[in-house]
């Protein structure tokens, strides 16, 4: 999945490492022949990346960036209380991801593009919303859940 870049910073063996939107970073380093980046050798070539797409793997499976906790949750909803908002298509912010929890019963979690599936989450099966990507649930019978927001711990 392409994510913007947002900022850059080295490693602790000089290597420069791409900050993402989605708050994953990935090393981007220029060695020739195999990768070309000579834009990463200079302020100024780094700074034109700023915006720029990177694929990022870790978005591509879902895997909450290092780093986060939890910062808030939703109330408890029910079939009968689960917001319109949540039901349609709607997604979190850049560098926010969510937990989402069934306490009981079954709920249809739709992933729409760029990865388009649909999960069925039940108790102890937790759906993760990826930062940016737009999604909606909807319940199936009886069910009680709530939404945990993440992002970088401050």
Known sequence: MNRPITGFHSDSNRD???ELSCGHTQHVRHAPPFTLRPWVETAEGREA??????????????????????????????????????????????GVWALIHVE???????????????????PGKPGTVIAEVPHEVHPRGSVSLYVEFWRKAR
């Open 49 to 94: 990346q700023i915006g720029q797409l990177l694929d990022c793997a870790l978005c591509d499976r879902a895997a909450m960036p290092e780093g986060f906790e939890s910062y808030q949750r939703t109330a408890d909803f029910t079939e009968t209380s689960l917001p319109d908002a949540l039901r349609n298509r709607h997604a979190t912010k850049a």
């Open 104 to 122: 009981r019963g079954e709920l249809e979690y739709r992933i729409h593009e760029p990865i388009g599936t649909t999960q069925q989450l039940a």
């Open 16 to 18: 420069w490492v791409a």
